[in-house]
């Protein structure tokens, strides 16, 4: 169905459905970096005070990456509802909110809690979650391309957990 042949009603589901999405995980990843903002990066004590990889990143650029990373994500989900709805095929965006949570999850734990193992086993359940989504996005129907926007997301959080376990084993007093 094209632009042309929908109802003036169905855009205004579609761009309400869409700005859902958006506030869902643009806004969730900015509520969680509110709660957290000086449990990570240079305000931090705690944070400026772990031994850190060479590998690691500087403080702003999480900043940048988010951002990017949950604007795909919310595309990728909203492309998928509008082939699925959540009634007809709903296990990829069950799944998809499952691995949204799971990603605000790892902030507390990590950024709250400072327990970094916890944080560790938590990503990679996380990573599990993000790889079942892709795998549901690819098998929708029209909407293969949705994985794909999900791609530097899956590689960003590999990243992260490895900057997690060196984090771990670099500060076993965080225990």
């Not at 589901?13 to 240079?42: E, H, K, S, Y």
């Not at 997301?153 to 084993?169: G, R």
Request: proline residues 5%.
């Amino acid at each position: 169905m094209g632009l042309k042949d929908m109802k003036r009603k169905d855009i205004l589901i579609n761009v309400a459905v869409l700005i859902g999405f958006l506030i869902l995980c643009m806004g969730g990843g900015g509520i969680m970096g509110a709660i957290t903002r000086n449990d990570f990066g240079d305000d931090s004590e705690w944070y400026v005070s772990l031994k850190k990889p060479s590998f690691n990143p500087p403080s702003w650029l999480f900043g940048v990456v988010w951002p990017i990373l949950y604007l795909l994500m919310a595309v990728a989900a909203f492309a998928v509802w509008t082939k699925t709805g959540i009634k007809k095929q709903p296990a990829p965006l069950i799944v998809f909110f499952i691995q949204l949570a799971l990603n605000f999850i790892w902030t507390l734990i990590f950024g709250k809690a400072k327990n970094l193992l916890a944080a560790f086993v938590e990503i990679v359940v996380l990573l599990f979650f993000i790889v079942f989504t892709m795998i549901l996005f690819l098998l929708v129907k029209g909407r293969w391309w949705t994985a794909i926007l999900l791609v530097p997301y899956l590689a960003w959080v590999c990243f992260a957990t490895a900057l997690n376990w060196e984090l771990h084993i670099l500060n076993p007093k965080t225990h």
